[in-house]
């Protein structure tokens, strides 16, 4: 029995269910047989159905069936796994989802190690010995195993594909180049491939050299982010810190307040008790003393009379009545007025401050620095589009061309009152903030200030403090025949160049840069400026008479 078990295929004592060998082996009345656990569980999955399948004839079963052991099945399973298993390939050996499959093997077939591209199959390691020991066979061409095999069988001619048409960019066979491909550039596939490969190697390179710099860059991108939430948790903890000590500190003047009123309250309540004691006081003596006058008054005895009115006191003297008089009087109503003005001017202060801190906070430079600009066509990718606030300009200027020109006149115009204008310098403001990246470009007659500042700067007098370049919140560049200086802070520097007709100004304000170019055919750097702006940026003109400058990009 054991001599026939060998000669057996295990394939015939597998359960169609786990497609192992038969473990404690059961068999239904439609006579298949399957590992007992393995129908249980089948059966168990359809318990809410109430119906009880066969899964492999799909008969069906009123009542759930009471399983038996095959007594002669185990003792055969017993059998062959102590002779025969042993030859039998392993589970693992067997094709499954996605292998390539010997096309040799039947019944359960087992994976491919080789594609014949000869035969046009694929075989296992048994079916591929022939191809090992058969002369004529180990010149056939064995390649990996693939599931797109037939892809290299022309479905025309149903022959090799191993030329390839570089003028059609695609793989033939032979009979295509010569019935459909004739005078085309072909080559070997082999050949083409080899070509490619270099072509993929290259490719491979800079795809790898991508990744690491790719790699470096999320490196500094991580590095980035934990700077970033480092800076806002420490930005909220400092800044909530500052607001509690201002609260306190609100909180400490409101008591001290409270306790001043109360202190004075209860001073003038003091004096008015006691002056009101005294003349409570005085009130019931003049009342007595009127009773006694009363009752004298009543005596008819007159010497009786007489002795008694002349033996009275006289009458002590009263405060001055006047003192007392009644008129409206303010007591604490003022307090109250000057906590108000208090109140409006710390509100004016915040809104005023609270414009920087948003504008600081909006403004927090949380990317990459980008490369700055060399070239013109790199330039004018940040140009921006800038008008002239006329409730700047100074009567002398006169505004044209939508407000992008200002030429310096001789006669003086009126364009009314307005808190923003220049009173005396000949000077004009952008309506635009300025902030990031911005490049613009101007055309200058005469002798022109190109400048940019704060929006802050004074606007009255010819002060040094309304003067472009002569306080801390303006820099210009001042362009005349005579050559340009530049000016910030009231300090002067001297820039190289001659009589300029195009001006180019740059400005990256989260990197505190500002540049002055010379357009003429090409850039030239007349001077740059390495600072930190602290709030949005007007560009400004200074234009005197027969002088004009106008924005151009």
């Not at 399983?67 to 039998?88: F, P, R, Y």
């Not at 022959?159 to 032979?174: A, G, N, P």
């Not at 140009?383 to 006149?409: F, H, Y």
């Not at 001297?494 to 990197?511: E, F, T």
Request: hydrophobic share 30%; charged share 30%.
């Amino acid at each position: 029995m054991a001599q026939a078990a060998a000669q057996l295929n295990p394939e015939t004592f597998s359960c169609s269910l786990c497609l192992d060998l038969l473990k404690d082996p059961v068999t239904t009345s439609c006579g298949h047989s399957y590992c007992r656990k393995c129908l249980q569980d089948h059966w168990d999955a359809e318990e809410k159905k109430r119906v009880y399948s066969c899964p492999q004839c799909r008969r069906t079963f009123k009542w759930r069936p009471v399983l038996e052991k095959n007594t002669l099945l185990a003792a055969l399973v017993e059998t062959l796994e102590k002779t025969g298993l042993q030859d039998a390939p392993a589970d693992h050996c067997y094709a499954g989802a996605g292998d390539v499959a010997c096309d040799v093997c039947t019944g359960r077939k087992l994976k491919a190690l080789k594609s014949c591209l000869v035969c046009r199959a694929s075989f296992c390691d048994s079916h591929l010995q022939p191809h090992r020991d058969a002369a004529p066979l180990q010149r056939h061409k064995l390649v990996e195993p693939s599931q797109q095999f037939q892809e290299n069988i022309c479905p025309r001619h149903d022959e090799l594909m191993k030329i390839f048409c570089r003028t059609d960019q695609k793989i033939i066979c032979y009979l295509c180049s010569v019935e459909e491909h004739h005078g085309h550039h072909m080559v070997a596939a082999a050949a083409e491939r080899s070509e490619r490969q270099r072509e993929l190697k290259d490719t491979r390179q800079k795809i790898q050299q991508k990744i690491q710099d790719t790699e470096e860059d999320l490196k500094v991108l991580q590095k980035e982010l934990k700077s970033i939430n480092g800076s806002a948790d420490k930005a909220v903890k400092d800044s909530e810190k500052i607001f509690t000590q201002m609260i306190r500190l609100l909180e400490r003047r409101r008591s001290e307040v409270q306790q001043q009123v109360r202190s004075t309250q209860g001073a003038a309540v003091s004096r008015v008790k006691e002056l009101q004691k005294k003349l409570e006081q005085e009130m019931m003596e003049l009342k007595r003393r009127d009773g006694e006058l009363e009752k004298i008054s009543h005596t008819l005895d007159h010497s009786q009379f007489l002795h008694r009115f002349s033996s009275l006191p006289a009458l002590s003297p009263s405060p001055d009545s006047s003192s007392l008089e009644i008129r409206p009087r303010r007591y604490f109503e003022d307090v109250a007025a000057a906590v108000t003005k208090l109140r409006d001017e710390i509100q004016q202060v915040l809104m005023e401050t609270q414009t920087n801190i948003s504008w600081t906070v909006s403004n927090v430079d949380v990317l990459l620095p980008e490369p700055q600009p060399r070239s013109r066509k790199n330039f004018l990718r940040y140009a921006c589009q800038i008008t002239l606030d006329p409730n700047t300009a100074n009567d002398w200027l006169l505004l044209s061309e939508e407000n992008r020109k200002v030429t310096g006149m001789k006669e003086a115009r009126s364009y009314g009152d307005h808190p923003d204008r220049f009173t005396d310098l000949e000077q004009i403001l952008s309506r635009e903030g300025l902030t990031g990246r911005c490049y613009w470009e101007v055309k200058l007659r005469g002798w022109v200030s190109v400048a940019v500042t704060y929006r802050n700067i004074s606007r009255a007098g010819r002060s040094e403090e309304s003067c472009f370049g002569l306080n801390k919140r303006s820099w210009s560049l001042d362009c005349s025949s005579g050559g340009c200086l530049f000016h910030h802070n009231n300090i002067r520097t001297d820039v190289s160049g001659s009589r300029l007709s195009r001006v180019g100004v740059y400005l990256d304000h989260r990197a505190g840069l500002l540049s002055f170019y010379s357009i003429s055919g090409s850039m030239k750097l007349l001077h740059r400026v390495q600072t930190s702006f602290t709030q949005p940026l007007h560009l400004g003109f200074c234009v005197y008479p027969d002088s004009s400058v106008e924005l151009k990009v």
